[in-house]
């Protein structure tokens, strides 16, 4: 294992466009970046040239080549070799025969082999197969998907350490809030990719990272994730329903569904759901009774057009600390609504209201908006509209949302420093040719 005086600080570049990567990589080593990574992504985006290209704007770094190779260990540590790499990562899944090919090769061009442990069940088995062969550096590794059903790397990390004497790096969803405790936790090697290069400032979120790692103490970020019922509440009004539509690959959302709240103004909350007929207000209003603070009643009206819902009924939700009201059918009052400040949407109004005659129930799979809900689904509105999150895949999808939002923070900075939309996501580039 090569002696280091203190961790190093990987910077993957996990990005599909080259001038990006590049932009990213000089504001990350201006902030104190110790090695690059040429990410998957990039390089299967942009080939061999990702590299090429770090190796020229970048002369005197240490590039990491993500090849994540599985097979034709030679081949592809060579092409990466000669296109500039310092060092290769391969699949620690691939066959033994690759791994001493690969290493063959990595001797000849004098760059260093990692072994990504990703995907791997019985990682500590893994790596006593591997270290025989010569491998002398492993990563551990929780991917992106992973992440975002909140697993962490450290347990595993732990464990890893103290079986093996190799170096060792660490990846998955590392900021500077983490990245004190993956150097405690036995990483040589701390790899971080989102928390900096989705920051609008590189180079002051590389330096925090950097700072962690060597101090010991862990720096606020932006990027840090918790995964309690609070922080789905946190995560899903930090961000926008259409961050959430994207996250879900434009599913959830509900159609015909107005919003009446101020502007800037969220909701989130598990669902109670209520059925019940065009006009009878009946079960509605008991929902009240029987949701919980920081629950979202969801009434599936079958779309009715006289109004079940309007001012009293809002304040009592107001008083009991309820954190909003969805309506497939007609509210009223809308003005008082909106000035309490208590948010609630629905597909008709009319000053028009109905009586209550009891009719329907509470707690049973709805349809509202043309999305199914169930007790308990995630709930997620603002000016745009409401989305409807499966309750199975809440930390999920908010992680995902904060994903999507923290990339468009970064898209956005790149235009405000001049670009457009257009240039910074090379439209014409991917479109389509036929």
């Known amino acids: 294992m090569v002696e280091r005086t203190f961790p190093v600080l990987q910077v993957a570049l996990d990005l599909i466009q080259l001038d990006r990567a590049v932009q990213i990589a000089r504001e990350a080593i201006e902030g104190g970046a110790d090695w690059l990574e040429a990410g998957t992504p990039l390089i299967k985006s942009e080939g061999m040239d990702a590299v090429r290209r770090l190796r020229s704007e970048f002369p005197g770094a240490y590039i990491?080549?993500?090849?994540?190779?599985?097979?034709?260990?030679?081949?592809?540590?060579?092409?990466?070799?000669?296109?500039?790499?310092?060092?290769?990562?391969?699949?620690?899944?691939?066959?033994?025969?690759?791994?001493?090919?690969?290493?063959?090769?990595?001797?000849?061009?004098?760059?260093?082999?990692?072994?990504?442990l990703l995907g791997i069940a019985d990682v500590e088995g893994r790596v006593g197969a591997l270290e025989p062969l010569g491998v002398r550096r492993f990563c551990y590794h929780v991917g992106v998907d992973q992440q975002m059903r909140a697993q962490r790397p450290f347990e595993g990390l732990e464990a890893l350490r103290r079986i093996t004497g190799a170096e060792?790096?660490?990846?998955?969803?590392?900021?500077?809030?983490?990245?004190?405790?993956?150097?405690?936790?036995?990483?040589?090697?701390?790899?971080v990719g989102g928390a900096i290069i989705k920051s609008r400032d590189v180079a002051a979120a590389t330096s925090d990272v950097a700072s962690a790692m060597r101090s010991g103490k862990a720096v606020p970020s932006e990027h840090y994730r918790r995964y309690d019922g609070a922080a789905i509440v946190e995560a899903f009004t930090k961000v926008s329903t259409p961050n959430v539509a994207d996250a879900m690959q434009k599913a959830g959302g509900m159609v015909g569904?107005?919003?009446?709240?101020?502007?800037?103004?969220?909701?989130?909350g598990p669902a109670v759901t209520v059925r019940t007929i065009d006009g009878d207000w009946a079960k509605p209003i008991e929902a009240i009774d029987v949701a919980s603070p920081g629950e979202v009643i969801v009434i599936d009206a079958g779309g009715g057009t006289t109004a079940i819902w309007g001012e009293l009924a809002s304040w009592s939700c107001l008083e009991k600390g309820i954190a909003g009201v969805v309506i497939d059918?007609?509210?009223?009052?809308?003005?008082?609504?909106?000035?309490?400040?208590?948010?609630?949407f629905s597909r008709h109004l009319n000053p028009v209201a109905g009586d209550p005659k009891g009719h329907g129930e509470i707690g049973s799979t709805i349809t509202c908006g043309g999305v199914k809900v169930r007790p308990g689904d995630w709930i997620v509105g603002d000016g745009t509209g409401v989305i409807v999150v499966p309750r199975e895949a809440a930390v999920e999808m908010a992680n995902r949302s904060l994903d999507v939002l923290e990339r468009e923070n970064r898209i956005r900075e790149e235009i405000q420093r001049g670009s457009t939309l257009s240039r910074v996501l090379e439209l014409e580039r991917w479109e389509v040719r036929r």
Do not use: C
């Open 257 to 268: 569904i107005l919003p009446h709240i101020r502007p800037g103004r969220k909701m989130a």
């Open 168 to 191: 060792l790096a660490v990846a998955g969803g590392l900021n500077s809030e983490t990245a004190a405790e993956a150097v405690a936790s036995g990483a040589d090697i701390v790899i």
């Open 64 to 116: 990491v080549a993500d090849m994540k190779t599985a097979d034709l260990g030679a081949a592809e540590v060579e092409m990466a070799a000669r296109a500039g790499a310092n060092a290769v990562a391969m699949l620690g899944a691939a066959d033994g025969s690759t791994v001493e090919e690969a290493l063959k090769t990595a001797a000849r061009f004098g760059v260093d082999l990692q072994v990504d």
């Open 329 to 344: 059918g007609a509210a009223r009052d809308i003005p008082d609504v909106i000035e309490m400040d208590f948010p609630l």
